[in-house]
């Protein structure tokens, strides 16, 4: 027997006597992660510049591995086992951030890259530093007052 009655927020959905399923009559929409998807970004597009450039095979080697680490990074620290994880993860990603633009800046200054390709990225890069380095602030004043 199949019964739906409905209570404040949530539809409960009765299979039998003894199974019921409460849902949400509205989704939950989850907020974005705005650090996340730029981190995923600037590896995607690294990683597409990186695929496109002939030659350089260490510095495409180093782009490559430094803005993979920071999504990397990013990403596991949104299931941190503790707030000083996450802090390490952060500041990890945020060194790699840096590192990243250090070689964008090589390539840009050996002609590998264009001038538009490399503010682009290096843009990139600035806003995830600076939403990392609030982040950091913000997780340090949580550890120091518990």
């Given amino acids: ?16 006597p003894c ?23 600037l590896a995607t597009k690294c990683e597409t510049l990186c695929k496109s450039i002939k030659g350089n095979a ?9 803005s993979s680490s920071v999504f990397a990074n990013i990403t596991e620290a949104q299931y941190p086992q503790s707030l000083p994880d996450m802090l390490s993860k952060f500041k990890i990603a945020r060194k790699e ?3 990243t633009e250090s070689w964008l800046k090589m390539l840009l200054n050996s002609n590998v890259i264009d001038e ?5 990225l290096r843009n990139l890069c600035g806003r995830i530093q600076r939403m990392l380095t609030s982040s950091c602030v913000t997780i340090e ?6």
């Fill in 58 to 66: 260490n510095a495409v080697f180093q782009l490559r591995k430094s």
């Fill in 97 to 99: 951030c840096v590192e």
């Fill in 19 to 41: 199974s019921v399923i409460l849902m949400r009559k509205e989704p939950i929409v989850m907020p974005k992660n705005l650090l996340l998807d730029y981190s995923e970004e």
């Fill in 116 to 120: 538009l390709t490399f503010k682009t």
């Fill in 1 to 16: 027997m199949l019964r739906i009655d409905y209570i404040r927020d949530f539809v409960a959905i009765t299979y039998t």
């Fill in 141 to 146: 004043k949580k550890i120091n007052n518990s």
